[in-house]
């Protein structure tokens, strides 16, 4: 999350969906995001060094021009590789496909979520990446508690340890 | 008479004067654009949204009929599920509706439907119609 905006990836191959979505999310979402679009998992492979903090992602990709028949990765291969390389990315799949078992295969994979694409799924997308990023602003403090509690404990058994050795001596 | 039921001279004004037959010759204007969805749009939005959808869904029909007189279902299923996709933005209903059906008829049975291609055709030249009409969006420009 890089100066405190969110960073959401937006996957899909239809540039229409794309722009639709932005336009959505940052007309509606109740903080800044920077959001940015692209339209293949290469290319939102490409720029995983931004480390986004959610992608959203669509299961066909087909190219636009209709002359090229190069192959582009669908969203579940797309899934698997942005488990290696971002493992703290929340995954989400947005997809028409309402077969059940690609969203048993998206969530196996690693996907957080499942929304199937329809009128309102833009207002569905942006209350859930609203509530993820509410969830990450109040993780940290837990575990700062956490480590917190981790060290005073280390800290009692050297004590108890140095009491001792002290008193054996 | 007319004058203590002013709704019912009111239609009777409208039958009279032949409004209905105007609205009859508009290309479906209630059921072609799902109102709900078109009236979260801002003007400029309205623009860039049909103008960027005219500009797609031509391009996809155009290689739907390639697909079909080459028999590639496949590749047909793929861009009736993107056509679906798109038409779904903008709210356009029929348009995703015939869509969708062409797409599950390649995909479950391996054929085109011809039928709802032909269709789909119609209602895409009724869209630009009616997107003339409504925001003067001209499909000439490509």
Redesign the interface.
């Known amino acids: 999350m890089a100066n405190d905006q969110p960073i959401i990836f937006l996957v899909d191959?239809?540039?229409?969906?794309l722009?639709?979505l932005k336009?959505h999310l940052t007309e509606k979402l109740a903080f800044a995001a920077r959001i940015l679009t692209y339209t293949s998992g290469e290319e939102c492979l490409a720029n995983l060094s931004m480390e986004p903090d959610i992608v959203v992602l669509d299961y066909?990709f087909?190219p636009n021009d209709?002359r090229n028949d190069k192959k582009l990765m669908n969203g579940i291969e797309l899934i698997g590789r942005l488990k290696e390389s971002a493992p703290n990315t929340h995954l989400i799949m947005l997809s028409?496909e309402t077969d059940v078992e690609v969203a048993n295969m998206a969530i196996k994979e690693g996907a957080k979520d499942y929304i199937i694409?329809?009128?309102y799924a833009p207002i569905q997308l942006q209350y859930l990446i609203g509530n993820i990023i509410l969830n990450r602003k109040f993780t940290p403090k837990a575990n700062y508690w956490k480590w917190g509690a981790i060290a005073i404990g280390v800290l009692f058994i050297l004590m108890i340890i140095y009491l001792i050795s002290g008193l054996k001596s | 008479m007319w004058t203590k039921v002013p709704c019912l001279k009111f239609s009777f004004d409208i039958v009279k004067t032949g409004i209905f037959d105007e609205l009859k010759s508009q290309p479906m204007l209630n059921s072609q654009l799902d109102e709900d969805i078109v009236s979260r749009f801002s003007h400029q939005q309205v623009i860039t949204y049909f103008n960027l959808y005219l500009k797609n869904a031509s391009v996809i029909i155009d290689s739907m009929a390639e697909d079909i007189q080459n028999k590639d279902y496949e590749s047909l299923r793929s861009r009736a599920h993107k056509l679906k996709g798109s038409s779904m933005v903008v709210g356009a209903g029929i348009m995703k509706e015939l869509a969708s059906a062409i797409e599950q008829h390649a995909k479950e049975k391996n054929k085109a439907d011809i039928e709802k291609f032909e269709q789909l055709k119609d209602q895409f030249a009724e869209l630009i119609h009616l997107l003339k009409i409504r925001y003067n969006i001209s499909y000439e420009n490509y």
């Open positions: 191959d239809d540039e229409l969906y722009l639709r336009d066909y087909t209709s028409t694409k329809y009128e």
